[in-house]
T-cell receptor
Framework: NAGVMQNPRHLVRRRGQEARLRCSPM?????VYWYRQLPEEGLKFMVY????????ESGMPKERFSAEFPKEGPSILRIQQVVRGDSAAYFC???????????????FGPGTRLTVL | AQRVTQPEKLLSVFKGAPVELKCNYS??????LFWYVQYSRQRLQLLLR??SRESIKGFTADLNKGETSFHLKKPFAQEEDSAMYYC??????????FGKGTMLLVSP
């Protein structure tokens, strides 16, 4: 099991461009979480998704950010018209509440480092 | 709103010395607390959770509801313990709130 995969690992965009970050959960996991880590900060929750459903997006900025987790394929975090303040590390985690004794442990990916020039 | 505070950005100790990484939280409900660790060039991974009351790699953490703390302790630090440590609180059954992290450096 390769664990949670994220790509790209590094992404450079100019202001105004779009950024697409991908997350493939661990095999058998149906829940995905996105977190953002700004420099010198802890990870901050953005959005929680199950297949084809957004469960909790209370941490998502109201504009320019969107996330999806389709029936097939990876989860995508999309940032439109990026600004310098979007530069951060974006982490994805996955879990499967049906296992792990209902503990619902989250397993993290290596992150995508987004730099906006 | 929930909040997790780790007051130290960096903690530097010598090998064999005791270690305590501080974590305080604020949460109106019944908290579920965790410690995560990130070793150099590795991904974030769960170290321990308060519910299980276990010792992992010699580390323990006790939830003190009176002081709203969940400090991570180890009696004798090892060089391989050098890493970034994050305290986290879970609300509901899913999302985590993280502290800013403490870098632990263990020198020989």
């Amino acid at each position: 099991n390769a664990g949670v995969m994220q790509n790209p690992r590094h992404l450079v965009r100019r202001r105004g461009q779009e950024a697409r970050l991908r997350c493939s959960p661990m095999k058998g996991h149906s829940h995905v979480y996105w977190y953002r880590q700004l420099p010198e900060e802890g990870l901050k929750f953005m959005v929680y998704l199950q297949k084809e459903n957004i469960i909790d997006e209370s941490g998502m900025p109201k504009e320019r950010f969107s996330a999806e987790f389709p029936k097939e394929g990876p989860s995508i975090l999309r940032i439109q018209q990026v600004v310098r303040g979007d530069s951060a590390a974006y982490f994805c985690a996955s879990s499967n509440p049906g296992t792990s004794g209902n503990y619902n442990e989250q397993f993290f990916g290596p992150g995508t480092r987004l730099t906006v020039l | 709103a929930q909040r997790v505070t780790q007051p130290e950005k960096l903690l530097s100790v010598f090998k064999g010395a005791p270690v305590e990484l501080k974590c305080n939280y604020s949460y109106s409900g019944s908290p579920e607390l965790f410690w995560y660790v990130q070793y150099s060039r590795q991904r974030l991974q769960l170290l321990l959770r308060h519910i299980s009351r276990e010792s992992i790699k010699g580390f323990t953490a006790d939830l003190n509801k009176g002081e709203t703390s969940f400090h991570l302790k180890k009696p004798f630090a090892q060089e391989e313990d050098s890493a970034m440590y994050y305290c986290a609180l879970r609300r509901g059954y899913s999302t985590l709130t993280f502290g800013k992290g403490t870098m632990l450096l263990v020198s020989p």
